[in-house]
Structures are given as structure tokens and as C-alpha cells.
Nanobody, 126 residues
Framework: QVQLVESGGGLVQAGGSLRLSCAAS????????MGWFRQAPGKEREFVAA????????YYADSVKGRFTISRDNAKNTMYLQMNSLKPEDTAVYYC???????????????????WGQGTQVTVSS
């Protein structure tokens, strides 16, 4: 089994920053691509960013390019999302997810992900 736990969410003013973490346990973390998704009330879960299994390739949603940075530390079984210049539109529950295939590229389709964390709330006030 795989366990994913997000942390680092909170309340921040527009223009501020937060850093989210995703701690993984269970199957081998280092061989799977990972992604961040978010979901606002009444909205579908949407792609934010993803990172290749070895960290060599990164893929961002257009809405967060230039503001968010995804990274991973395989030695610590942890993935991060650094969020800068936050906007009220970024308010959502943020989810960590693990791709279903080993040694894969970053992918933006929710159906490609097999395991999910419980989510962490990010609220950006204006």
C-alpha cells in the first residue's frame, strides 16, 4: 500500500507564499512520477504540477507557471510545492498524488494517478 500525507497549508494574504509538503511511505517513492492537484468547493479537481520519477522533467498548469515550483527529494520520500505570489483564485484543497506507472513522465490527467493524500487546505485572502 501507499500512504501520502500533505502538510503546510494555511491562511495567507494575496501576494504571500506557502510551501506544501507531501510525505510518502509504502511502495518505492523514487520510481514514480508525482503530481499536485487542487479542488475548490463545487469545482472539479484540477491539475497543478507534476514531476518525473527522477525529477528530470517538470510540467505546470498555465495558471501557476512562474509562481509555483514543484520539487522532490527521493532520499526523504518527500515532494514539495513552493507557492509564491498567491492569489485568491489559488484557494483550494491541495492534493498530493502518485502516478500509477513506474519510471514515468509527469502527466496532467487525473486518471493517471493511483494514490492520493487526504489534502491540505490553502486559503488566500484578498
Amino acid at each position: 500500500q501507499v500512504q501520502l500525507v500533505e502538510s503546510g497549508g494555511g491562511l495567507v494574504q494575496a501576494g504571500g507564499s506557502l510551501r506544501l509538503s507531501c510525505a510518502a511511505s509504502g511502495r518505492t517513492f523514487s520510481t514514480y512520477a508525482m503530481g499536485w492537484f487542487r479542488q475548490a468547493p463545487g469545482k472539479e479537481r484540477e491539475f497543478v504540477a507534476a514531476i518525473r520519477w527522477n525529477g528530470g522533467t517538470i510540467y505546470y498548469a498555465d495558471s501557476v507557471k512562474g509562481r509555483f515550483t514543484i520539487s522532490r527529494d527521493n532520499a526523504k520520500n518527500t515532494m514539495y510545492l513552493q507557492m509564491n505570489s498567491l492569489k485568491p483564485e489559488d484557494t483550494a484543497v491541495y492534493y498530493c498524488a502518485s502516478d500509477s506507472l513506474a519510471y514515468g513522465p509527469p502527466r496532467n490527467n487525473i486518471n493517471n494517478y493511483a494514490y492520493w493524500g487526504q489534502g491540505t487546505q490553502v486559503t488566500v485572502s484578498s
